[in-house]
């Protein structure tokens, strides 16, 4: 037998429940927010590293996110170089925030016309001490007010990446 206490608490949690809120992030958006940071700019001892044009690409698996872009290498002495790096860091979603953010960028490819195999690491560090400051930290894409109010002291349930495009499912619970 049913208390009315109980049966009340029921029907709280299962229309609670019926009641969860799913949020699609096109990769566009989280590009369009990246690009307004650009260029980045960093200046080493021996050189100056510029990194723009950076284009993201949603990885399905495991929540990641891969960056292209396009960089420039200007020495010391004048000489300029162009190339490109390709960088991967993992999707967060912060419920506090309600924002995206790109945790542990890092560069695993580098290439520049006309820099020797042996300087690479170093261009590479240039790179990473670019790349990973303007992104650790910093929202790359923020929820809307109508997005925050449609999932307030809701808690994300999960996060699922496919399709160019961020699935986040929210629930009270």
Do not use: C
């Not at 700019?41 to 690409?57: P, W, Y």
């Not at 999960?158 to 009270?172: E, G, Q, R, Y």
Request: hydrophobic letters at 40%; charged letters at 20%.
């Amino acid at each position: 037998m049913r208390t009315p206490l109980i049966s009340f608490l029921m029907s709280v949690f299962l229309s609670s429940a019926a009641h969860s809120y799913e949020v699609i992030v096109a990769e566009q958006q989280i590009q369009d927010t990246l690009n307004s940071r650009m260029p980045l700019t960093r200046q080493g001892r021996l050189a100056t590293l510029t990194i723009d044009n950076t284009a993201i690409d949603l990885l399905d698996e495991n929540n990641r996110v891969r960056l292209a872009a396009d960089v420039q290498l200007v020495l010391t002495i004048g000489i300029q170089s162009r190339g490109n790096l390709i960088a991967e860091g993992d999707v967060r979603f912060d419920d506090a925030s309600d924002s995206f953010f790109i945790d542990n960028p890092t560069v695993i490819d580098l290439n520049i016309e006309g820099v020797p195999a042996s300087y690479k690491p170093s261009v590479i560090q240039l790179a990473q001490q670019t790349l990973a400051p303007s992104l650790e930290g910093q929202p790359v894409y923020t929820l809307s007010e109508e997005g925050q109010q449609g999932i307030a002291r809701m808690m994300l349930k999960s996060m699922t990446i496919n399709d160019h495009s961020v699935l986040l499912d929210f629930s009270p619970f």
